[in-house]
């Protein structure tokens, strides 16, 4: 917790620049930033606002687990983190339901970038995410390889120092998941393209694609591996960073090209105007006669094919110019014209180009889902800082007026947001003194009387402006005004250091020193007419995009730069305005990028230029410090009898009480609706003083602690020992029981053997048959025995009686046959056992099967009962096949459409039939009826199945008899024949020799 650090703030300084006591002292606060610097403590508040001072080392601070620390976790509750501004940011767009915006601002090399960096990723790893919102994630981290390749470079001050201001949205849907990203870029320094100072570099990506880029590629484009062939790249006498890998850095941009979405033929043509800027770079010119021409063509024919134009037009374009005004006249340039018109070519076309690329990543960042469209916004700012140089140009005017803007916007937000924040709690407003920069503000941009309307007016209007009129314009204009001065307004001693060419802006962070050389053209920022028409006619995709034939057409002169930057400025204003401000103010502790050493003198510069001093003067107006009610209480409740242990009332009295009992004077603090106002940190710091020496006292209470703690552990332990006796014994008597299992029932054998019975009944439960055929069944123990029986028995019926309601009429009528066929046949013919598993059926021919004649010839008879039979003839034994078909009354032969023979089952004397697996039977009849011819000997393949029908129709169950060996018939007319039986390999039944039919059963297995 904040407070927390409070007691170590003699060595590490305070958390809070508000809890400085001095705090209109600048070696105060310069004296905090170095205690808490010097322990690598980098980041302090002020209020709500991030203080972050570059420790040009890698600290252990941005780890995963950091990241978690912060997340949800209320801002003063830990140590001031880059990941608390993000946090804050993020539960404030989800809480509130509005929009955030981080607003980055510091020195170059004061680590903005970094910061924003941090931020971006702090989200990527935090946030919600799916398989699209890791897209966007991967797209959000990876354009910022790409952005810093293009639009980063080696200056004096910073190795990867940004040359445009960006301000990026990320987007996050009501999940608040990061589902889209925009980006605006800001003014890209493009003069870098054609000229570096001593010691810088131009854009990292020329080194990159000469060191890194695969031969074929550098054959392409018709690059050699050598930055110091090219003219624009010589020009600071630097190819080579200690910090910079080029070549590593190409890959990482190769892939995230392609991550963002670049095709192949994209990265080519991208890769071809690079390229084309160097050869451009390298064209040269000879003079003749004060006139410009080419000296090879070598250039021209490269950048023929890579920026897709004609050679022929390309040259022209470089060493002549049309003068519309005196009717599209050509006229020759000298090598100073032509070298500047090459300048201005290479400038637009990079300069085009990295907008293109800007658009080409928003179009991959763009969130496509109608159903984002009330997507929640965090906006990054990471925008140049003010500066100052030795000699200031057109682009620190516009860096500064910039900054100036920005520090008007945090005026505005702060002061509105702690009046707000006063009249939420219904304190009274007191007014905060402080310095108003919108004159200066309007000192650049006011219409007509501002320095960018006069600088415009001369730029415009005709005859010859130059940098020197534009200076007396500003002169006669701005004269006597408060913030700006000119060495000819200047009083003698601001003279003597100022040029002649210069004018002085009394900034609200400083006074700069601009000099007027180069305003005028750089704000006009022309691009020769016949130029634009060569790269309107190029065939390069990109460039076709860059360069629209409109412009040519449109006589409209466009826009000046500075207008330009104005304009994207007030929009700037009003994207911030709409949104919650969150600052983050970087600061550089040396010139020379080392760890450790702070530099005093160039961090008192940074202090003033950002405005900090104001700041904490604004913040610290009224209140020191001020938390909630129920923060406060929590804290410091131990301080005060009524509020120790607890506090039960209302948490404003709580806290009244509290702060009575510590003797605040009323002038001290003010209690406001939810929050506590303590005015001087003095007070708080006593407060928490207290706090430390209370909880020395309470130290004494450590010893009831230890007391408590050993009871409980002496209470565990026990309860532990106990189970463990109770174990013990349990197996003792288990082996006593077992020695004495075969004696009585006795002491030392009842728990073993309840426990025998017991796990035995058990084990039955678990193991009960699952029907009736299933015999299995658990040992009992000798004891049980009985009750085993018992309950086999019971199962047994419980599951024939469950089985038996199951039983339906059909399959009652199919039972019954069977037991009937079992009392028959059963350990008795040698082919019952096969017939078991079959089912009887109603009968083997229905109706169609039998000639409707015999059917006629039935009358009204009903037939129960047919099956297909061969009847062997009474003389020679002949097999002929045949129809048996049983009535209520009589078992018939069929003959085709004629019943052969009828047997009324009263006259059925017996039927006969062999023990072995044959289907022959015999229906014996009385020799003396005359209408029979004598018994019939059938075969039937379903022999069971038909003597059972026969029997049950017949009511003739006791007459079947099974012979053994032979079985005796009347053949009629008192004559006898004989079947003789005998086992054997297969069916075989014919007439023997001996006159008797002889049948040969095979043997089946089962017997
Ligand atoms: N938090 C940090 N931890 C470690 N090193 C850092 C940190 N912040 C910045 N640096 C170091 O400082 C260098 C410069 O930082 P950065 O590029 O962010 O500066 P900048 O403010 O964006 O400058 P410019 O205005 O030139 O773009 C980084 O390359 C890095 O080496
Ligand atoms: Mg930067």
Redo the contacts with the bound molecule.
């Keep these: 917790m904040m407070e927390s650090a409070l007691t170590a703030r003699d060595r590490v300084g305070v958390q809070d620049f508000v809890l400085l006591e001095n705090y209109t002292s600048e070696a105060a606060f310069i004296e905090n930033l170095r205690k808490r610097f010097k322990e690598n403590l980098?980041y302090t508040y002020i209020g709500s606002v991030l203080v972050s001072v570059?420790?040009?080392?890698?600290?252990e601070i941005y780890t995963k687990n950091h990241m978690e620390r912060y997340r949800g976790v209320n801002f003063y509750e830990v140590s001031p983190h880059i990941y608390a501004v993000s946090d804050n940011a993020y539960r404030s767009m989800r809480t509130e339901r509005k929009d955030q915006c981080i607003l980055i601002s510091?020195e170059?090399?004061?680590?903005?970038?970094?910061?924003s960096k941090k931020i971006l990723q702090y989200y990527a790893v935090t946030c919600p995410a799916s398989e699209h919102v890791q897209t966007i994630k991967d797209r959000l981290l990876q354009s910022n390889p790409v952005l810093e390749a293009f639009g980063n470079a080696k200056?004096l001050?910073?190795?990867?120092?940004?040359r445009f201001g960006k301000y990026m949205d990320i987007q996050f849907d009501f999940k608040g998941a990061p589902v889209g990203g925009h980006i605006i870029n800001y003014l890209l320094e493009k003069s870098r393209v054609v000229h570096q100072n001593h010691g810088e570099r131009n854009f990292h990506i020329f080194y990159q694609i000469i060191e890194g880029g695969e031969e074929d590629l550098l054959r392409r484009l018709g690059l050699e591996r050598n930055s110091q062939q090219y003219q624009y790249l010589v020009k600071g006498n630097c190819p080579k960073v200690s910090s910079i890998n080029d070549r590593s850095d190409w890959k990482v941009v190769r892939k995230a090209l392609a991550v963002i979405g670049f095709n192949d033929d994209e990265v080519e043509e991208l890769l071809n105007i690079i390229a084309s800027v160097l050869h451009l770079g390298n064209v040269q010119y000879k003079e003749e006669e004060g006139y410009a021409y080419i000296t090879s063509d070598t250039q021209i024919k490269y950048l023929a094919r890579l920026l897709g134009v004609n050679g022929t037009v390309l040259t022209e374009a470089l060493t002549h110019k049309k003068i519309i005004a005196k009717g599209e006249e050509v006229a020759l340039r000298s090598p100073d014209q032509s070298s500047s018109a090459r300048d201005a070519l290479s400038k637009a076309v990079y300069g085009r180009t990295f907008t293109w690329l800007v658009n080409k990543i928003n179009a991959s960042l763009a969130y496509t889902d109608e159903s984002h469209k009330d997507a929640s916004v965090i906006g990054l700012l990471?925008i140049?800082?003010f500066e100052v140089f030795q000699h200031n140009s057109f682009e620190q005017f516009c860096i500064n007026y910039c900054n100036e803007k920005l520090q008007q916007l945090f005026i505005e937000l702060t002061l509105k947001s702690e009046q707000e924040e006063y009249e939420a709690e219904g304190i009274t407003w007191e007014p905060v003194q402080y310095f108003n920069n919108k004159i200066i503000c309007d000192l650049v941009e006011e219409k007509f009387k501002g320095i960018i309307s006069i600088l415009d007016e001369e730029c415009l209007r005709p005859g010859d402006a130059s940098d020197v009129t534009f200076l007396q314009k500003l002169e006669d204009t701005l004269g006597g005004h408060p913030h700006f001065v000119t060495h000819k307004l200047a009083d003698g001693k601001t003279r003597k250091v100022m040029g002649r060419e210069e004018f002085r802006l009394l900034h609200y962070a400083g006074e700069v020193n601009y000099n007027v050389n180069g305003f005028l053209d750089k704000n006009n920022d022309l691009l020769f007419r016949n130029l634009k028409e060569v790269m309107c006619m190029s065939e390069n995709k990109i460039l076709t995009q860059c360069f629209d034939r409109d412009e040519l057409s449109d006589k409209k002169r466009p826009d000046t730069a500075a207008t330009q930057f104005k304009a994207s400025l007030a929009k700037l204003m009003e994207i911030l305005m709409s949104k919650e401000p969150s600052y983050v103010r970087?600061i550089k502790p040396n010139d020379s990028k080392q760890a450790v050493r702070f530099d005093e003198v160039l961090i008192r510069h940074q202090v003033k230029y950002l405005g900090l001093m104001e700041n904490l003067r604004v913040r610290r107006a009224g209140f020191a410090y001020r938390r909630r009610y129920e923060t406060f209480l929590q804290r410091y409740k131990s301080l005060c009898p009524e509020t120790w242990p607890n506090w039960n009332g209302k948490l404003s009295d709580g806290v009244s009480t509290l702060v009575k009992h510590l003797g605040y004077k009323p002038e001290e603090y003010k209690l406001g609706r939810s929050k506590i106002f303590i005015r001087f940190p003095k007070t708080l710091f006593a407060t928490e003083d207290a706090l430390e020496t209370r909880k020395h006292g309470l130290g004494k209470s450590r010893g009831f602690a230890i007391a408590i703690q050993a009871w409980w552990r002496g209470i565990l332990a026990r309860r532990k020992a106990q189970r463990r006796r109770q174990a013990a014994n349990t197996i003792r008597r288990f082996i006593k029981g077992f020695i004495y299992r075969h004696k009585e029932r006795c002491p030392e054998n009842e728990y073993f053997l309840d426990y025998v019975r017991y796990s035995f009944l058990m084990n039955l439960h678990r193991n009960l048959p699952k029907n009736v055929l299933d015999k299995s069944w658990p040992t009992p123990p000798a004891a049980l025995t009985e009750s085993s029986e018992l309950l086999r028995k019971m199962c047994m019926q419980n599951m024939v009686w469950s089985y038996c309601k199951k039983i339906d009429s059909e399959w009652k009528h199919q039972m019954e046959q069977k037991m009937i066929a079992s009392d028959i046949f059963k350990d008795k013919k040698d082919n019952y056992p096969q017939s078991v598993p079959k089912l009887f059926v109603g009968t083997r021919l229905n109706g169609e099967d039998i000639n409707p004649k015999a059917i006629q010839a039935l009358g009204s008879e009903k037939m129960k009962y047919a099956v297909p039979v061969t009847k062997y003839d009474r003389k020679g034994y002949k097999p002929r096949s045949r129809q048996l078909l049983l009535t209520a009354n009589s078992a018939i032969i069929v003959e085709e459409g004629k019943l052969k023979q009828r047997i009324d089952y009263g006259a059925l004397k017996g039927i006969s039939v062999s023990s072995l697996s044959d289907g022959l039977f015999v229906l014996h009849v009385p020799s003396e009826d005359n209408k029979q011819k004598g018994d019939v000997v059938l075969q039937s393949d379903h022999v069971i199945e038909t003597l059972t029908k026969i029997a049950i129709c017949a009511d003739k169950i006791n007459s079947i008899n099974i012979n053994q060996g032979s079985i005796k018939f009347t053949a009629g007319h008192g004559k006898e024949g004989i079947i003789d039986f005998t086992p054997g390999s297969e069916l075989l039944v014919a007439k023997a020799k001996n006159g008797h039919l002889s049948v040969t059963a095979p043997r089946l297995n089962s017997r």
């Design positions: 980098i570059n420790p040009y080392k890698d600290l510091g170059s090399g004061a680590g903005k970038t970094e910061a200056t001050r910073n190795d990867n120092s940004s990471d140049y800082g970087c």
